[in-house]
């Protein structure tokens, strides 16, 4: 239901799956940086169900991450928040993602938006060709990671350095110390406000 784009051109959507666990400023500037380049009409973000490469203990509930997800990107008119990921039973694997998308969206020309490091092991995939069909693959700088490309359809493209990861906004929460900046506003309220990455039996009511 999104409006049509000007002129005969498909919708460009981007999608930029993740665990956001929290979003964090790294995620909303990459997808901020090729929606510019790339010329998208709108960059759609799909948090993780169950992620299959991460202990589902360490992950935070799916609605709490899909929340934070919202907060952050609801002052974006082109930013939105699909559920498909964490509406389907079981582990998320990107073809998934995208064959709903496909589904739900089909008038729309798909970019797939990723770090490096998560390109990395997409390359891998056995299913690789059919990822293809679905979507182009734009792949992200990421301080740390290597950034190559090994196939004629991924773009890679350079993103302001930003040395921002999830699991150090947990760290340092968990620590006591501030994610201000880090994370939008509302997320880090949010995060204090349902005391999510605390460890347990801490104190840290005053780390915010
Ligand atoms: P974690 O530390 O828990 O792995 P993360 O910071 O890597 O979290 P994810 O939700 O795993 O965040 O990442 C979602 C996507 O965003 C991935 O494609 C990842 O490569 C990319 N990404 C994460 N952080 C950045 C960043 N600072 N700059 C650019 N891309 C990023
Ligand atoms: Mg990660």
Same mark, same amino acid.
């Not at 002129?7 to 929290?22: I, K, Q, Y």
């Not at 490091?117 to 992200?140: P, R, T, Y």
């Not at 004629?152 to 900046?181: H, Q």
């Given at each position: 239901?999104?409006?049509?784009?000007?002129?005969?051109?498909?919708?460009?959507? %981007?999608? #930029?799956?993740?665990?956001?666990?929290?979003i964090h400023h790294g995620h909303l500037?990459?997808?901020?940086?090729?929606?510019?380049?790339?010329?998208?009409?709108?960059?759609?973000?799909?948090?993780? %169900?169950? @992620?299959?490469?991460?202990?589902?203990?360490?992950?935070?509930?799916?609605?709490?991450?899909?929340? #934070?997800?919202?907060?952050?990107?609801?002052?974006?008119?082109?930013?939105?928040?699909? !559920?498909?990921?964490?509406?389907?039973?079981?582990?998320?694997?990107?073809?998934d993602t995208l064959r709903d998308l496909?589904?739900?969206?089909?008038?729309?020309?798909?970019?797939?938006?990723?770090?490096?490091?998560?390109?990395?092991?997409?390359?891998?995939?056995?299913?690789?060709?059919?990822?293809?069909?679905?979507?182009?693959?734009?792949?992200?700088?990421?301080?740390?990671?290597?950034?190559?490309?090994?196939?004629?359809?991924?773009?890679?493209?350079?993103?302001?350095? #930003?040395?921002?990861?999830?699991?150090?906004?947990?760290?340092?929460?968990?620590? %006591?110390? @501030?994610?201000?900046?880090?994370?939008?506003?509302?997320?880090?309220?949010?995060?204090?406000?349902?005391?999510?990455? !605390?460890?347990?039996?801490?104190i840290s009511e005053d780390s915010f």
């Open positions: 239901n999104a409006p049509a784009r000007k002129g005969s051109s498909r919708w460009r959507l %981007g999608v #930029m799956g993740g665990t956001f666990d929290p500037v990459a997808a901020s940086e090729v929606a510019a380049a790339f010329n998208l009409d709108e960059v759609v973000f799909v948090p993780t %169900g169950q @992620p299959w490469q991460k202990n589902a203990k360490e992950v935070s509930p799916a609605e709490h991450r899909y929340l #934070m997800t919202v907060v952050a990107t609801a002052s974006n008119p082109s930013f939105t928040v699909s !559920r498909v990921d964490i509406d389907r039973p079981g582990p998320t694997y990107t073809i496909r589904a739900t969206r089909p008038d729309a020309e798909l970019f797939f938006i990723t770090g490096a490091d998560a390109m990395a092991q997409i390359l891998s995939w056995k299913n690789v060709d059919e990822l293809w069909s679905l979507a182009h693959f734009v792949g992200v700088t990421r301080p740390g990671h290597e950034l190559t490309s090994r196939g004629k359809d991924v773009s890679l493209m350079e993103v302001p350095a #930003m040395a921002i990861s999830s699991t150090d906004c947990r760290r340092r929460v968990s620590a %006591g110390e @501030p994610v201000w900046y880090l994370v939008p506003d509302g997320v880090v309220q949010y995060i204090a406000k349902h005391g999510l990455y !605390r460890k347990e039996g801490s």
